[in-house]
């Protein structure tokens, strides 16, 4: 399995970056694929996820309204929209994906079979 994200970098507050993360590990689709991030001396924490075959989504308080989530053409790709960035998303952005979970289990993060290598976004203000 690789989930590999990419899109992080720099951003003044305000601003907006597109995260994205394609698992190139796989021959079939995967079931839900999502973002957690954790930002220095804190908790890794649930962003969003969705679920690729019908496209349900969900997302945490704190992005609700200023992230989308959204499904690649790609197999097994998806995209991480984030607008409005605020100094608090600075962050490690991960990506992941697993095949059996329900929608009550998408913000856990020990949950989650497969993990990206993280790609960083920083806010400035």
């Known amino acids: 399995v690789q989930l590999q994200a990419s899109g992080g970098g720099p951003v003044q507050s305000g601003g907006s970056l597109r995260l994205s993360c394609t698992d190139s590990?796989?021959?079939?689709?995967?079931?839900?694929m999502g973002w957690f991030r954790q930002a220095p001396g804190k908790e890794r924490e649930f962003v969003a996820a969705?679920?690729?075959?019908?496209?349900?989504?969900d997302y945490a308080n704190s992005v609700k309204g200023r992230f989308t989530i959204s499904k690649g053409t790609a197999k097994n790709t998806v995209h991480l929209q984030m607008n409005s960035l605020k100094p608090e998303d600075t962050a490690v952005y991960y990506c992941?994906?697993?095949?059996?979970?329900?929608?009550?289990?998408?913000?856990?993060?020990?949950?989650?079979?497969?993990w990206g290598q993280g790609t960083l976004v920083t806010v400035s203000s």
């Open positions: 992941v994906a697993d095949d059996t979970l329900i929608r009550s289990s998408w913000s856990m993060p020990t949950q989650y079979k497969d």
């Open positions: 590990g796989r021959t079939f689709r995967r079931k839900v």
């Open positions: 969705i679920l690729l075959s019908g496209g349900t989504t």
